[in-house]
């Protein structure tokens, strides 16, 4: 194995100085993927793009009003009437 080539390296994207050069954007498209990038010079590494945050995935709250209002129903006619079905009155 090569001097240059660490033995526990995960399976790294790597590119060249000219394939940079030439493919910036696609370069830029693994980082922005969360892609490690080594890039080499003449086959020898000489630097990593990493990226700067990791993407993640935004919370939202529940909506809680809307789940109360369905788990109390509004009363549907008054007071007394209701009493009144429930007597059987």
Not at 20 to 34: I, T
């Amino acid at each position: 194995m090569s001097k240059y080539v660490s033995q526990n390296v995960r399976h790294m994207k790597q590119a060249s100085i000219r394939r940079l050069q030439h493919h910036l954007s696609e370069v830029m498209q693994w980082v922005d993927q969360g892609e490690e990038v080594r890039i080499t010079n003449r086959n020898r590494p000489v630097a990593k793009l990493i990226p700067l945050r990791t993407k993640t995935k935004i919370l939202t709250w529940p909506d809680f009003s809307k789940r109360a209002k369905q788990a109390v129903q509004e009363p549907k006619g008054t007071l007394s009437g209701i009493l009144y079905e429930q007597r059987g009155e």
